[in-house]
């Protein structure tokens, strides 16, 4: 092997405790986030093991997956919010970890808050019971999601048993088209790729059009990771990562900063470094992009038709194919465009955060929602809601008759009982168009804020490209 | 952790391809979620009617299959959320094994928490799998010992599958990996000493207030 290594390798080798053999390593966690759906669980069980939490200062918490989106909530809004989210509080307190209830400014989705917060840091390893954990790696982080077992081996150890996964490079080079995004740049490849294609693989995001991408768009391509199978997406910390994360309060300050950015510089791949799986992407070629069956990998661009059974080889696919248009209740060679929706969700660990606000607002700007569409626009983040409050957005989506809710995971995964109706269509800048993800028998195409916005208004799927700004939003 | 030896029993056929952590454990029953009673919402959308009743379709509701100890399925079995629930309720419907060409990574790292055991196979192997599984209304056994790594099915057919040392002995031994990890714990804070000081910003977090 020559000396070239890989930004993974560099990552991975900097945490490793002690090498289990077999590819195994014991592997140092450096920073550990723990939600309300799994978080009280775990302690309660570590507890009963009679097991103390090895390092609760490297862990934070928070309620985000059963608590309530609605306006003026509290935990007695949503059906579990008190017994999971003040079960969390409980458990958290007492073992010492931060914890960001409802009522806090830092409450919000964990993987919004990591990264606004300086939690996540560039080159550290960062664990959480929830599969988008892998949003962390935009930093230059090493991060993915665990299982509650493995939540609860953390808490006691520090510390994942991982096997060494394979190293894959996804370049995009080129600039975005008009109306074109980091959601639909990664819902291309997925497409593309297929959703198994990164199973066993921690993927690197590389190319001009990454590397020309803001932090909060570099979160959406490495949140949707695990949705064509890789547990890990990570893309090497640049001047953009050190502008953003410089003045957050649990960065680095003074003179640890400096010596942070001088160690983060040298978490890349060098020049020449191998990887088992390289694939290559123009950014040219990426349409503004929407979901038409109930796996993320069902995706066309907005100007496309739906495919048909018959227009695939593989039995299984035309199978697949078959049985997600009956469950979406479309018919293959149809435009995906101009189809009538019910519902929109704005928001998730996916696209919630403030950039992502702003790109919704300017299309919602001046104009109105359609009369038989409820929308809904749920910021990431305590942060983020003040944030675009400051700057108005609120007002531009309530003028337009958006409903402006609270922090949380709402409508993604609908475990705060805020589902989608049985039948009810959804454009929804989520990450899972799954089979009852929203709710039993819900209906749900994924696209970017910005293509959500315009479905809103027109009341059903659009190209966004029809929809020019009217207004000075940002 | 309960220790896998030796499983024998009847496997159930279920040929589709990425059935995801949602299908198997649907997001409202996590709320709830304990060990115990997971699996009375397992595979919901597919085992279960519209109005509550046993859907006769599903290969877990038909008879010769209801007591199956084996899952044979389609590729990336339980891909999407890292939920354990998925595992909870394969453990409450008695599956110890599941077969498939491909799973998703956090499923497959779970089952091995919880003494379940998945086998990867190669897509004809699979399809052959399927077929046998499928043949005279389940009251076919099929065989799996941890110990020699081997699968047998009811025409007698031997196929040895893969399975990392470490991952043998926790299933053959019942070992869990807190408890293991814990007797490492000396290497833990030696790493945490010297990496203290190459990355004291790991260690030394102000606070948000």
């Not at chain 1, 020309?212 to 990771?225: D, F, H, K, Q, V």
């Not at chain 2, 399925?73 to 595992?87: K, L």
């Not at chain 2, 209304?137 to 020699?148: E, I, P, Y």
Request: a negative charge; proline letters at 5%; charged letters at 20%.
């Amino acid at each position: 092997m020559s000396g070239a290594t890989t930004l993974f390798d560099k990552l991975w080798q900097a945490h490793v405790v002690r090498s289990l053999g077999e590819n195994l390593d014991l592997l140092h966690v450096d920073r550990h986030l723990i939600h309300d759906l799994s978080g009280a669980r775990a302690l309660t069980e570590l507890q009963e093991r009679g097991l103390a939490v090895r390092n609760p200062e490297l862990c934070m918490a928070m309620p985000d997956h059963s608590v309530s989106s609605q306006p003026g909530r509290t935990l007695a809004s949503s059906p579990f919010g008190e017994r999971l989210g003040g079960g969390l509080r409980k458990m958290a307190e007492a073992a010492g970890i931060p914890f960001f209830g409802l009522e806090h400014p830092n409450q919000g989705i964990v993987h919004v808050v990591g990264p606004e917060t300086g939690f996540t840091l560039p080159g550290s390893l960062l664990v959480c019971g929830d599969s988008h954990t892998s949003t962390h790696g935009a930093l230059g982080a090493l991060a993915w999601g665990i299982g509650s077992s493995e939540v609860v081996h953390v808490l006691a150890t520090q510390t994942v048993r991982q096997r060494r996964p394979q190293s894959m490079r996804i370049t995009i080079n080129g600039e975005l088209g008009e109306g074109v995004e980091a959601k639909d740049v990664i819902l291309h490849i997925i497409g593309q790729l297929g959703v198994a294609a990164g199973t066993g693989h921690a993927v690197e995001y590389a190319g001009t059009t990454i590397a020309a991408l803001g932090i909060e768009a570099r979160m959406t391509i490495c949140n949707l990771s695990i949705e064509f199978g890789a547990r890990m997406g990570m893309i090497a910390p640049d001047q953009t990562t050190f502008e953003y994360l410089q003045g957050r309060p649990l960065a680095p300050k003074g003179a640890a900063w400096d010596r942070a950015v001088e160690y983060w510089r040298g978490l890349r791949s060098d020049d020449g470094a191998v990887f088992d799986r390289e694939v290559t992407f123009a950014a040219a070629e990426i349409a503004p992009q929407v979901t038409w069956g109930t796996s993320p990998g069902q995706t066309l661009a907005v100007t496309g038709s739906i495919p048909t059974p018959d227009s695939f080889v593989e039995a299984e696919q035309r199978n697949n194919t078959e049985v997600a248009l009956e469950y979406m209740g479309l018919s293959g060679g149809q435009s995906i465009a101009g189809t009538r929706i019910d519902r929109v969700f704005i928001g998730s660990c996916t696209n919630s955060r403030l950039s992502d606000l702003r790109r919704a607002a300017r299309v919602a700007q001046g104009r109105n929602v359609a009369s038989h569409v409820t929308a809904w626009v749920v910021p990431g983040s305590v942060q983020v809601k003040q944030a675009a409050e400051a700057e108005g957005l609120d007002e531009i989506f309530l003028a337009a008759g958006f409903e402006w809710r609270e922090p949380g995971c709402a409508q993604c995964v609908a475990t705060n009982g805020e589902t989608v109706a049985p039948g009810e269509r959804c454009v929804s800048t989520s990450n899972r168009n799954f089979v009852g993800r929203q709710g039993p028998k819900a209906r749900t195409h994924l696209a970017g804020p910005a293509m959500a916005a315009a479905a809103a208004i027109a009341g059903e799927i659009t190209d966004v490209r029809s929809f020019p700004p009217l207004g000075e939003a940002q | 952790m309960e220790k896998l030896q030796l499983l024998q029993g009847v496997a159930a056929p279920l040929p589709r391809a990425n059935i995801d952590t949602d299908i198997i454990t649907p997001a409202k029953r996590l709320l709830d979620a304990n060990r115990e009673t997971m699996h009375e919402h397992t595979f919901e959308p597919l085992r279960f009617l519209a109005d509550g009743s046993e859907n006769p379709d599903f290969i877990l509701n038909k008879p010769g299959y209801r007591d199956a100890v084996i899952l044979i399925t389609g590729r990336n079995f339980g891909c999407g959320s890292s939920r354990e629930t998925a595992v909870w309720g394969l453990l409450g419907l008695g599956i110890r094994c599941v077969i498939a060409e491909s799973f998703g990574d956090i499923f497959f790292n779970n089952c091995f928490q919880n003494s379940v055991l998945p086998i990867r196979l190669p897509a004809e192997t699979i399809a052959e799998l399927l077929a046998e599984a499928g043949d005279d209304q389940g009251n076919m056994q099929f065989q799996v010992d941890v110990a020699s790594r081997t699968l047998t099915t009811p025409s007698g057919r031997s196929i040895t599958f893969d399975l990392t040392a470490d991952r043998q002995t926790a299933l053959l031994e019942g070992l869990d990996e807190v408890g293991q990890t814990l007797k490492e714990d000396a290497a833990t804070t030696a790493f945490q000493a010297q990496d203290r000081t190459a990355r004291p910003w790991i260690y030394d977090l102000g606070t948000v207030d």
